[in-house]
Nanobody, 129 residues
């Protein structure tokens, strides 16, 4: 069993930055894939970035490359999403998901939400002037 708690969301102006966190607890001794997902109002949840706890391999969707970075602090069992140059269209709820996996390289699509078994409650990010 894996428990996820997101935090760090808030309001920021366009062009600003925000770092959101996902604390992972439970079966942390197992190799996990942790993904960050985004859900805009009235839209489907989509994958943004993912990371493997076994090898720190990362993968992000093309639309956020250069703006968003996923990384983790193994000592704190925390996965972060650093978001820079935020845009109003980045407004929504950000969720982290987890699945037991050797590596994101072994997954069919590490940004496919249906490949994830565990979810946090989400954290709201609002980008507005």
């Amino acid at each position: 069993q894996v428990h996820l708690v997101e935090s760090g969301g808030g309001s920021v102006q366009p062009g600003g930055s925000l770092r959101i966190s996902c604390v992972v607890s439970g079966s942390t001794s197992e190799s996990l894939a942790i993904g960050w997902f985004f859900q805009a109002p009235k839209k489907e949840r989509v994958g943004i970035c993912a990371i493997s706890t076994s090898d720190d391999r990362t993968y992000c969707r093309d639309s956020v490359k250069g703006r968003f970075t996923i990384f983790r602090d193994s000592a704190k069992n925390t996965v972060y999403l650093q978001m820079n140059t935020l845009k109003p269209e980045d407004t929504g709820i950000y969720y982290c998901g987890a699945v037991v996996s050797k590596s994101i390289a072994a997954m069919g699509n590490p940004l496919n939400l249906y490949e994830y078994d565990y979810w946090g409650q989400g954290t709201q990010v609002t980008v507005s002037s």
